[in-house]
């Protein structure tokens, strides 16, 4: 057993007291037994509760109620009927081969092929050509991912670090935090990868735990997020969102999300705000 600053270091690399050999008992007379000494308690501390991130949201869904008229559906009226603050983008896909009459039912209809529009009803939105074609650009990104990181280890994800910050900032400081993040090799990979290829369509460090989940999973993940965005508003009122920007509470989101989609009524209308 090999010691380290005076105490043995055991298999498990803690430290532990080292036990003096004793000599062999003499023969003696008896004497009274030393009064014990007082065990020395450490004051408990409490620890902290673990907080929680807010997550990112970038784009809503909003499933708009039956009896909202057309003409309310504008940046200025959003704050006003759903209190969103944010502005009409061009999220979705309208079907080929549109009617005259069907065009005045889409929202922000913009030119294009496909031609994208900000909502609209959802049998006139190519809410499956979405899927697919997020699939195919995700399967691409992926294995420009795997290329790039190869020979890297697996990375830590940001929400881990952030989490830590925000449990405790005094401790752990926000400056930290992202610097440990960078640090590792896999980081430093992809953000040099991202300065020497500059540009739209490249692996984002935002979404290194996806990109670890493997190739469908991160496909799968792409294609529920190009229909279900970041959050979803019910026509109810009700808001789904993740809880965090963790993959497991982003999936949690999707799951819900897609399953509501999947059972809309085809007249169901849609609306797409960037936040």
Known sequence: MSTVNGTPLTRHGSRVPAIPT?????????????????????????????????????????????????????????????????????????????????????????KGRPASCAGGPVRLLDLQGMRHAAAVGAGIRYQIWQQVVHGTRAATPWPVFETCHITDPDRYPLDTAIADFHAQPRVHAMRLHAAAAPGPGQPAVGELEMYQAGQMAYQHYRAASAVAGDAMLTADGRKLAPASDALAHRITYLEQAVAHLDAFDPDQRLLAVAL
């Open 22 to 110: 004793r000599p062999a008992p003499a023969k003696a007379k008896a004497t009274p037994a030393a009064a014990p000494r007082p065990v020395r308690t450490r004051p408990t501390t409490t620890a902290r509760p673990t907080v929680t991130p807010a997550p990112t949201i970038a784009t809503m869904i909003i499933c708009l109620p039956d009896a909202l008229p057309a003409q309310a559906l504008t940046s200025h009226q959003l704050d006003t009927h759903f209190g969103v603050t944010g502005t009409l983008t061009p999220q979705f896909w309208a079907v080929a081969q549109l009617r005259v009459w069907q065009r005045q039912q889409l929202i922000g209809l913009r």
